[in-house]
């Protein structure tokens, strides 16, 4: 893998690119796996420690059936385009994706109004499989569903991932075929030349013929930094809650209520792994970085989760989460070639960008190519990347066949997820530099005791393997150090005292 870290790598300016992507979110790792399937220099500059750590990482993980969005947006042509890819992307990279449908929930002849509605852009776009359901049917397949439902639209296309999982692979998949991954790399500034880009990323210079921004919610800011004053980017938080394994299970589907101008409301999501999650919020926010959760959220979250679905309780929550999504004037995708040559915008991806990824990606090369990038196909691309290992999925037979061979398969390192130490070595052999990386990749930490028995041994484990001081090892990069050095505890007690 050619991965540079820390400051110092780059001081002067590195040779010349055809493409540097900026942002490494589920839409900038999309791109560039689609990019490396060409005859290009690419790199992309992420500026935190590692891939999917935005809004990527902090979503409801649904594949959207391609049904729900406005007809005449980019959203609805391109959620419907993208949800077609998913599994064809799961097979060939390995992640987990599940088409589990899902269905929209009536309690009055308004929101019947909207289900025949939604049925009617559904087929318009040609969505196989839509269909209405009376209350019978819906007791019949989601009993736990209120039985103050009076019609549901069920749609058979939607399906969830494990979004994390999915970045993890995308960027894997396009490093194995010679994207250059520069992490830890913040954009602070960007000059054009005559015939190409000079960015300034961690103290360090780059140089790229073309630029693609895919930061999320800070498009904006990057797209300033070129001189252009669009778009505009707002943030809309959604708080998201996820419940205790005891109640996998009580729904199959993805149960949405109907929509509101601007948002989908709260859902409850089976999710990938097997748990349930209830959410998102949508809150206005001015602080492009809050993620935080609120007393108010839980409490709007878990009333209206209990509306569809009542044997929700807020008692079984084990986790909380929030994600900002990234709002652009007539609240649509922003993406194509700017006033700026060369420059191409890819923001405003609020949900369903992560649906609609793989999309974009083959859109924004079909952009680049529209603006002078030389597409010749390379002829030894590699698609495909192993499954990893998950030994919760496998049998007691398998488990012991493997761990015959290699001991580490033997070793628990999360007990409420059964993942093993050489899952973990696993993870980190594949780029995992965190503990929230190790976390996303392999489930450690992710169970009824959150972390509490195995962050000392995938804490021990990645200092072993990066060869780094404990102390040094974080949470998600940054200062989110976990524990201090002796000394540094000795100076604070000595203060005290
Ligand atoms: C609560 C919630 C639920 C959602 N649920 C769904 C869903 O179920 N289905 C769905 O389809 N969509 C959903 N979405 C939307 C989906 O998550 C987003 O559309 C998608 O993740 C956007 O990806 P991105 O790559 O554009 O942004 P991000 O994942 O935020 O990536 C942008 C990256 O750019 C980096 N960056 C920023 N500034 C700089 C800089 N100066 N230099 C270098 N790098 C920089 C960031 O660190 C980040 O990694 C949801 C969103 C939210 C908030």
Redesign the pocket.
């Known amino acids: 893998m050619r991965v540079h870290r820390g400051p110092g790598a780059y001081d002067t300016v590195s040779t010349m690119n055809d493409v540097t992507i ?7 790792c999309a791109i560039a796996r689609e990019l490396t399937r060409f005859r290009l220099d690419v790199n992309l ?4 420690s590692e ?6 990482k ?7 059936g391609g049904h729900h969005a406005e007809p005449g947006t980019l959203k609805a042509e391109l ?1 419907w385009a993208g949800n077609q890819r998913w599994v064809g992307l799961a097979q060939e990279l390995g992640f987990g994706f599940r088409r589990t449908g899902d269905l929209m929930v009536a309690f009055d002849d308004a929101d019947v109004e909207t289900l025949e509605r939604v049925e009617q852009q559904g087929n318009d776009r040609g969505i196989p499989g839509i269909e209405m359901w009376g209350i019978d049917r819906i007791q019949l397949e989601e009993p736990n569903v209120s039985s103050d439902a009076v019609a549901a639209l069920h749609g058979p296309t939607a399906g969830v991932v494990n ?1 994390y999982e999915a970045c993890f692979a995308l960027i894997e998949c396009a490093v194995a075929n010679g994207l250059d991954l520069v992490v830890n ?4 500034a960007i000059t054009r030349d005559a015939d190409s880009f000079e960015i300034i ?1 961690g103290g360090r210079r780059f140089r790229s013929r073309m630029v693609v921004n ?5 498009a904006e ?2 797209a300033r930094m070129v001189g252009l004053t669009e778009p505009a980017i707002r943030g809309r ?2 708080e ?1 809650y996820l419940l205790d394994k005891r109640l996998a299970g009580i729904v199959s589907r993805i149960i949405f209520p109907c929509p509101s101008a601007n948002t989908k409301g709260i859902l409850v999501i089976p999710t990938f792994d097997g748990t349930i999650m209830v ?2 919020t949508a809150e206005a926010v001015e602080d492009l970085e809050d993620v935080t959760t609120t007393a108010t959220g839980s409490s709007a979250t878990f009333d209206l989760a209990r509306r569809l679905v009542p044997g929700i309780s807020e008692r079984d929550c084990i986790a909380e989460f ?5 709002v652009a004037a007539g609240n649509d995708f922003v993406i194509g070639p700017t006033a700026v040559a060369g420059f191409v915008n ?1 923001a405003g ?9 793989p999309a974009i990606a083959e859109m924004v090369v079909e952009i680049l190519g529209t603006q002078g990038l030389d597409l010749s196909p390379r002829t030894d691309f590699q698609g495909t990347m192993p499954r990893p290992v998950h030994a919760a999925s496998l049998s007691i037979k398998e488990l012991t066949e493997l761990a015959a061979d290699d001991r580490e398969y033997a070793r628990i390192a999360c007990r409420c997820e059964f993942v093993t130490e050489a899952e973990i070595r696993d993870a980190i052999g594949r780029g995992a530099r965190t503990l929230d990386g190790l976390k996303f990749r392999t489930r450690a930490g992710m169970g009824r005791c959150q972390g509490g028995f195995c962050t000392p041994r995938s804490m021990e484990m990645l200092a072993e393997l990066l060869d780094v001081p404990l102390v040094d090892i974080t949470k998600r990069g940054g200062g989110s150090w976990i524990v201090r050095g002796r000394d540094e505890h000795d100076q604070l007690r000595e203060t005290a005292t």
Not at 22 to 28: L, W, Y
Not at 214 to 218: C, F, Q, R
Not at 349 to 354: M, R
Request: glycine residues 20%.
């Open positions: 900026i942002g490494g979110g589920v839409i900038g500059l992420e500026a935190q891939v999917g750590f935005g809004t990527s902090s979503n409801s993980g649904i594949i959207h959620a979004p790399a913040p954009v602070s990323a895919a930061a999320g919610v800070h800011t990057i938080k959604g998201e959410g998102p929030a994600g900002v999504r990234a890819v991806i609020q949900s369903p960008g992560l649906t609609a990824a």
